[in-house]
């Protein structure tokens, strides 16, 4: 009896909705208009601005980390232009321009701390961020390619920490 309430508690407001969608206006217009109660698909693809890009991969290289380390991630801020994001072991930092599916990533910088593990990575990840040249979003990855197409980071849409 229980689940049957929850159901109903959570399928009826969407009947209603459905239902009272193709009635016409009532003469009261005091009354705010009906809300949309459809749920958003769990596949949409995150956009490109303001999502945690978290890597996966430089080239065809899998990327791991180190418990002791951060996940190498890119977060491309909508009003300032600006890059953030982490290497892995340092901040990073810079601008980007976008143009349809061209991006160009400048100034782009980062503290100069010393980690155990992991440099290799970052400065691979920093490297590859000069050579940018398109991007694309296919599902829950990113990917950043090169002027010929060619795939030089790979990354998946997480949340933010």
């Known amino acids: 009896m229980r689940i049957a309430t929850r159901r109903l508690t959570v399928i009826l407001p969407g009947l209603v909705a459905i239902g009272c969608a193709g009635q016409p206006s009532t003469e009261n217009s005091e009354s705010p208009p009906a809300r949309d109660t459809t749920v958003a698909s769990t596949t949409a693809s995150p956009d490109l601005r303001g999502t945690r890009w978290q890597l996966l991969a430089l080239g065809d290289k899998a990327v791991a980390v180190a418990d002791t380390q951060r996940a190498?991630?890119?977060?491309?801020?909508?009003?300032?232009?600006?890059?953030?994001?982490?290497?892995?072991?340092?901040?990073?930092?810079?601008?980007?321009?976008?143009?349809?599916?061209?991006?160009?990533?400048?100034?782009?910088?980062?503290?100069?701390?010393?980690?155990?593990?992991?440099?290799?990575?970052?400065?691979?990840?920093?490297?590859?961020?000069?050579?940018?040249?398109?991007?694309?979003?296919?599902?829950?990855?990113?990917?950043?390619?090169?002027?010929?197409?060619?795939?030089?980071?790979?990354?998946?849409?997480?949340?933010?920490?």
């Open 72 to 161: 190498p991630h890119i977060i491309l801020q909508a009003d300032s232009k600006q890059l953030t994001g982490s290497g892995g072991c340092n901040r990073m930092f810079g601008g980007y321009e976008l143009n349809g599916d061209a991006v160009r990533f400048s100034d782009v910088a980062s503290t100069k701390m010393a980690c155990q593990s992991g440099m290799d990575i970052e400065t691979a990840f920093l490297a590859a961020l000069g050579k940018v040249a398109k991007w694309r979003v296919v599902g829950q990855q990113l990917e950043l390619s090169d002027s010929t197409g060619m795939v030089l980071a790979r990354f998946e849409a997480t949340a933010p920490k």
